[in-house]
């Protein structure tokens, strides 16, 4: 199983981007995708999650600005990211809850991880 995480990069304050993670592989289901982040220095954080069927969860920082989605045809979560800050500047990884198949415990699995750079 494989998850691979794309669209960061730098944008100003108050710009917005959209992240992607794809996983891809031998997958039977999947039930939590999520995305965290991770500044230097810092630990990493819950950004938001969303289920199977489509309930959301996200960090105080980000609520209102921040929106997560998934396409479960195509294995696929987003992060939309409005109104960008400074100190929304990470790297970010996306994460899902994989069954590989029937009748097995889900695992965790993580993307490689994007960087988010907001400055001026």
């Known amino acids: 199983v494989l998850l691979q995480a794309s669209g960061g990069g730098l944008v100003q304050p108050g710009g917005y981007l959209r992240l992607s993670c794809a996983a891809s592989?031998?997958?039977?289901?999947?039930?939590?995708m999520g995305w965290y982040r991770q500044a230097p220095g810092n630990q990493r954080e819950l950004v938001a999650t969303?289920?199977?069927?489509?309930?959301?969860n996200y960090a105080d920082s980000v609520k209102g600005r921040f929106t997560i989605s998934r396409d479960n045809a195509k294995n696929t979560v987003y992060l939309q990211m409005n109104s960008l800050k400074p100190e929304d500047t990470a790297v970010y990884y996306c994460?899902?809850?994989?069954?590989?198949?029937?009748?097995?415990?889900?695992?965790?699995?993580w993307g490689q991880g994007t960087l988010v750079t907001v400055s001026s």
């Open positions: 994460n899902a809850r994989i069954r590989l198949s029937y009748g097995t415990t889900p695992s965790d699995y």
């Open positions: 592989g031998s997958i039977f289901s999947i039930n939590a």
């Open positions: 969303i289920s199977s069927g489509g309930n959301t």
